[in-house]
Antibody
Framework: QLQLQESGPGLVKPSETLSLTCSVS??????????WGWIRQPPGKGLEWIGI???????YYNPSLKSRVTIFIDTSKNQFSLRLSSVTSADTAVYYC????????????WGQGTLVTVSS | EIVMTQSPATLSVSPGERATLSCRAS??????LAWYQQKPGQAPRLLIY???TRATGIPARFSGSGSGTDFTLTISSLQSEDFAVYYC???????????FGQGTKLEIK
């Protein structure tokens, strides 16, 4: 059974870069059928798609975050990662890593999520 | 950007009764719609994709319908574990630009 697990700092200072990694177990990140992505949820609010990546390295980002987001993949470690630069308090959220079934798709499964707080 | 609007924001239903949740897209998305369930402190769980196909392991009391701009999630006989927040998500764009509804909270009446 495929499982996703987020890891990274829970506290980031304003203007710095948020970095998270998603470790994939129970399946290969190089499968041609899937994309891998990030979604976030501010406390008490709804879901916002951040971006997706294919094992080849192709990426697609939410236009509202595109200037600050990088998603990259490490096939040797079966992991993919998120970097979000110049963070503000508005970036405080639970960050989920997800698998997409193809490039235009729903998301399943989801990681358990990790809370990242932006504060000095 | 395709805007997804869910209604109502909160729905109060008694256990054993039927719940009907709505999701409307700002433009035609064919059947490219998914539904998720989220319980407090947990990640969302996929319930329905393709507007009406239940995900693996999802009970038959959950059903989805609709196409184009109007969609419905129906829970035929509410169980205690069904009280949660439900989100719809569209995946109709190319290049990809996924958007979610704001959620419907299903609470015990």
């Amino acid at each position: 059974q495929l499982q996703l697990q987020e890891s990274g700092p829970g506290l980031v200072k304003p203007s710095e870069t948020l970095s998270l990694t998603c470790s994939v177990s129970g399946g290969s990140i190089t499968s041609s059928s899937y994309y891998w992505g990030w979604i976030r949820q501010p406390p008490g609010k709804g879901l916002e798609w951040i971006g997706i990546i294919y094992y080849s390295g192709s990426t697609y980002y939410n236009p509202s975050l595109k200037s600050r987001v990088t998603i990259f993949i490490d096939t040797s470690k079966n992991q993919f990662s998120l970097r979000l630069s110049s963070v503000t308090s508005a970036d405080t959220a639970v960050y989920y890593c997800v698998r997409g079934i193809g490039s235009i798709s729903w998301f399943d499964p989801w990681g358990q999520g990790t809370l990242v707080t932006v504060s000095s | 950007e395709i805007v997804m609007t869910q209604s109502p924001a909160t729905l109060s239903v008694s256990p054993g009764e039927r719940a009907t949740l709505s999701c409307r897209a700002s433009q035609d998305i064919s059947s490219n719609l998914a539904w998720y369930q989220q319980k407090p402190g947990q990640a969302p769980r996929l319930l329905i994709y393709g507007a009406s196909t239940r995900a693996t392991g999802i009970p038959a009391r959950f059903s989805g319908s609709g196409s184009g701009t109007d969609f419905t999630l129906t829970i035929s006989s509410l169980q205690s574990e069904d009280f949660a927040v439900y989100y719809c998500q569209q995946y109709n764009n190319w290049p990809p630009m996924y958007t979610f509804g704001q959620g419907t909270k299903l609470e015990i009446k």
